[in-house]
């Protein structure tokens, strides 16, 4: 329980929102709010019984999941939960964090929502359900096309929400890894991975090695070889840009790297992988 409930926002934070007083079509399905919010300089929620729930779609760094058991960084591409009647709160923790949520009632259609408890984690769902919500707040509450648009929220929303109360480690751990190799350029860390897995580092360690029969790390490494392989065969880049396209400060780690992975150079493999394949076609001379 925190000591005080709160709702700071600072005045430099900017936030578009579409409810159910502008739309009362997100009544009847049980939402009570939506918003795009830019937050900065400061930003602060603290609610001991919430009467909703809340799901947020984090699309940059910088925002801690608040909780009985502490703080939690919420990494960009995250989705978070907080469920209704459960302590809980958000915090901003950088200079600014970029966010899209939604509030939904307490009412049976959400009640399996309950089972979720606060959770963190990574969806395929997380950039539809974002664009959608934009299209929302663009077209306005008068907007004929409304309807159509919250028939697909709702579900997008059921397909996140029930998929991830029933999806099993191995399912979220799929899904990190989509999460991964798309931004393989950034600086991921054990701790960073398994906040979004919603575990400790040391159940995320056991998830990998019953998935893929190695740590985390060695894990990360092998998608970046492999992203490397690619870019190195289908592209002239320089090794600096390439290096830092998988995650590498500077060409010299990177080219280390690959040769302990592969056991060339990047310009070996690069130089063999593009040797022109002999057809087996022999030249036929005739006498003249």
């Not at 900065?40 to 909780?67: C, K, W």
């Not at 009985?68 to 950088?94: D, H, K, M, Y």
Request: proline fraction near 6%.
């Amino acid at each position: 329980m925190f000591e005080r409930e709160c709702l700071e926002i600072a005045q430099s934070c900017e936030e578009r929102m579409l409810g159910r007083e502008g739309l009362p079509l997100l009544g009847e399905a049980g939402v009570f709010l939506t918003g795009l919010s830019v937050l900065r300089d400061h930003y602060l929620i603290q609610r001991n019984r919430p009467a909703f729930h809340i799901l947020l779609l984090s699309h940059s760094e910088g925002g801690m999941l608040l909780t009985g058991q502490g703080e939690t960084p919420i990494p960009a591409g995250a989705l978070v939960f907080l469920p209704a009647a459960l302590p809980g709160g958000l915090r901003l923790a950088g200079e600014n964090w970029h966010t899209s949520w939604i509030l939904l009632d307490d009412v049976p259609r959400w009640q399996h929502l309950h089972r979720l408890g606060h959770r963190c984690w990574v969806s395929r769902e997380e950039e539809s359900l974002h664009h959608l919500l934009q299209l929302m707040h663009t077209e306005g509450s008068r907007s004929a096309l409304q309807p159509q648009l919250l028939s697909l929220l709702l579900t997008l929303l059921a397909r996140v929400l029930r998929g991830e109360a029933r999806g099993t480690p191995l399912d979220r751990l799929q899904g990190l890894q989509r999460l991964v190799e798309g931004r393989l350029d950034e600086p991921w860390t054990v701790p960073r991975l398994a906040s979004l897995m919603a575990c400790s580092a040391p159940h995320l360690h056991r998830l990998c090695q019953q998935a893929f029969g190695m740590g985390p790390m060695t894990w990360l490494t092998g998608l970046r070889m492999e992203k490397a392989r690619q870019l190195l065969l289908y592209t002239d880049w320089p090794l600096g840009e390439l290096a830092g396209r998988v995650g590498y400060s500077d060409g010299a780690n990177f080219a280390n790297r690959f040769r302990r992975a592969t056991g060339q150079t990047p310009g070996e493999f690069r130089r063999l992988g593009r040797r022109p394949v002999a057809t087996g076609v022999a030249q036929t001379h005739t006498d003249g």
